[in-house]
């Protein structure tokens, strides 16, 4: 199995973005999936996590952003893909942001939030 995040980039604070998590080999059916985060000289952090991919919105029914929180999670079944919303963005947010499923990391998407 393979994970490909991508949608990083530069943005101001105040800013949002979306990265994407593709997976190849295997499906995203009722797995776990977590996005971390790994800032310059930090260790990797938890930032956002589902216990069951199948139970996360789709990312264009328009119920992605209705929880509370500024980083919410949403899938595409046809793509095969998990996304990471991001909203509110803070500069102590930059880093490399990585998808993780079945025991494997993708590679990573570098986000920097510029003051």
């Known amino acids: 199995v393979q994970l490909q995040a991508s949608g990083g980039g530069l943005v101001q604070a105040g800013g949002s973005l979306r990265l994407s998590c593709r997976a190849s080999?295997?499906?995203?059916?009722?797995?776990?999936v977590g996005w971390y985060r790994q800032a310059p000289g930090k260790q990797r952090e938890l930032v956002a996590e589902?216990?069951?991919?199948?139970?996360?919105?789709?990312?264009?029914?328009g119920n992605v952003n209705s929880g509370k929180g500024r980083f919410t999670m949403s899938r595409d079944s046809a793509k095969n893909t998990v996304y990471l919303q991001m909203n509110s963005l803070k500069p102590e947010e930059t880093g490399v942001y990585y998808c993780y499923a079945w025991g494997q990391w993708g590679q990573g998407t570098l986000v920097t939030v510029s003051s």
């Open positions: 080999g295997r499906t995203f059916t009722t797995n776990a």
């Open positions: 589902s216990s069951n991919v199948g139970t996360l919105p789709y990312v264009n029914s």
